[in-house]
Nanobody
């Protein structure tokens, strides 16, 4: 049974930082491309950042230069380092694992950026 468990969300001030983690189990982690999505209230879920099984990364324009996605295949974990946070980064952040034969979602972790 595949599980993706996010952690590290919470309340941050504008300009602050948070680091999200997503621990994966039940799958061969290094086979999968990994991503972070987010969904703000009343908005569609949007792609934030991706890291392929080979380690290539890509980012939404709104987070380029502020967020960094990384993975540790030895720990079956993907991270999202979020710096220079803005109120518009407030959302539920979801971890996503994808492969041609299956996709999996985590349960999400709330990030709130407010003074």
């Amino acid at each position: 049974q595949v599980q993706l468990v996010e952690s590290g969300g919470g309340l941050a001030q504008p300009g602050g930082s948070l680091r999200l983690s997503c621990a994966a189990s039940g799958l061969i982690f290094n086979w999968f491309d990994m991503a972070w999505y987010r969904q703000a209230p009343g908005k569609q879920r949007e792609l934030v950042a991706t890291v392929t099984s080979g380690g290539s990364t890509n980012y939404a324009d709104s987070v380029k230069g502020r967020f960094t996605i990384s993975r540790d295949n030895a720990k079956n974990t993907v991270y999202l380092q979020m710096n220079s946070l803005k109120p518009e980064d407030t959302a539920v952040y979801y971890c996503f694992a994808s492969k041609s034969f299956g996709n999996y979602w985590g349960q999400g972790t709330q990030v709130t950026v407010s003074s």
